[in-house]
């Protein structure tokens, strides 16, 4: 079973720009290119949000207004990593980052990881 795995998480000052990074264990890991690859966020005492979705072929979908124009999703099959650049970061942005993976970005998540803290101060 996969398992996909956050990193690059941490306390910044708001307008700061922070890189996050998703990559998959487990015993199929070079299956990577085969996911789409989404970032999700949750605050405390919030629901879980769609942020960005990035397909197999590359294709970008973007669930959220709020963070159009800020962040930005992008997929290194070579690394088997997806990394979520945000950037302008606001204090509303604090939460736990979660990558996740599916069959398509239509689709529900199928596995997902334990998430990196955000936390961004005003």
């Known amino acids: 079973q996969l398992q996909p795995v956050e990193s690059g998480g941490g306390l910044v000052q708001a307008g700061e720009s922070l890189r996050l990074s998703c990559v998959l264990s487990?015993?199929?890991?070079?299956?990577?290119?085969?996911?789409?690859i989404s970032w999700f966020r949750q605050a405390p005492g919030k629901q879980r949000e769609s942020l960005l979705c990035?397909?197999?072929?590359?294709?970008?979908?973007t669930y959220v207004d709020s963070v159009k124009a800020r962040f930005t999703i992008v997929r290194d099959n070579a690394k088997e990593t997806v990394y979520l650049q945000m950037n302008s970061l606001k204090p509303e942005d604090t939460a736990v980052y979660h990558c996740?993976?599916?069959?398509?970005?239509?689709?529900?998540?199928?596995?997902w990881g334990k998430g990196t803290l955000v936390t961004v101060s005003s």
């Open positions: 996740a993976t599916q069959a398509t970005c239509s689709s529900g998540w199928d596995h």
């Open positions: 487990g015993p199929s890991s070079n299956a990577f290119k085969w996911y789409s």
């Open positions: 990035v397909g197999t072929n590359g294709e970008i979908t």
